[in-house]
């Protein structure tokens, strides 16, 4: 890696750093190339990114921004899974490790929060952004559709009545 492509690294480090809502640090030492490239891909599904990184640069990119805490967790193999959602990424990390143990979660920041292993598996288990609004717009449904039920009774019950009524002169 040459001088520029490092000073590119490290500056989209520091965004990375300063803008993401969550960041997991990870030792990957042992996955293949097919593991990273499935890992890869169910972090684009929901929004975030993996990334393998430089301990020293990533180190370097830490310096001046919220997340400098986590400068302890960058020793061996480390990599980065980092998303907007603060859910997505230790999510999708999370249920990696469990079924390939090469993944090691060393834990993260979220904002100026440092989070151990356990506070990343913890926050692995809250419900995704997406599934906060579809359970939330479910809750503001339910109520309307009761209402609309009970405003359209009195009017069906009406109209039962008025037909029960017709059917009944008919047969007369």
């Not at 998303?83 to 469990?98: G, H, I, L, R």
């Not at 609004?133 to 069906?156: E, H």
Request: hydrophobic share 45%; net charge positive.
């Amino acid at each position: 890696m040459d001088r520029a492509e490092k000073s590119e690294l490290l500056t989209h480090l520091k965004g990375v750093f300063t803008d993401a809502n969550v960041v997991v640090v990870a030792h990957y030492s042992g996955l293949t190339v097919t593991e990273m490239t499935d890992l890869r891909g169910r972090m684009a599904k929901v929004g975030a990114e993996f990334k393998v990184t430089k301990n020293r640069i990533a180190k370097l990119a830490l310096d001046g921004t919220k997340a400098k805490g986590i400068a302890d967790l960058f020793t061996g193999p480390t990599a980065i899974a980092y998303s907007q959602d603060p859910v997505a990424a230790p999510k999708v990390v999370s249920e990696f490790a469990k079924t390939n143990p090469k993944l090691v979660v060393l834990g993260g920041v979220m904002g100026e929060t440092v989070l151990d292993t356990k506070a990343v598996k913890t926050l692995a288990d809250l419900p995704s952004l997406d599934e906060l609004r579809a359970k939330l717009l479910g809750m503001i449904q339910t109520p309307a559709t009761r209402i609309a039920g009970v405003v359209a009774a009195p009017a069906s019950q009406l109209a039962r009545v008025l037909n029960a009524y017709a059917t009944k002169s008919e047969a007369a």
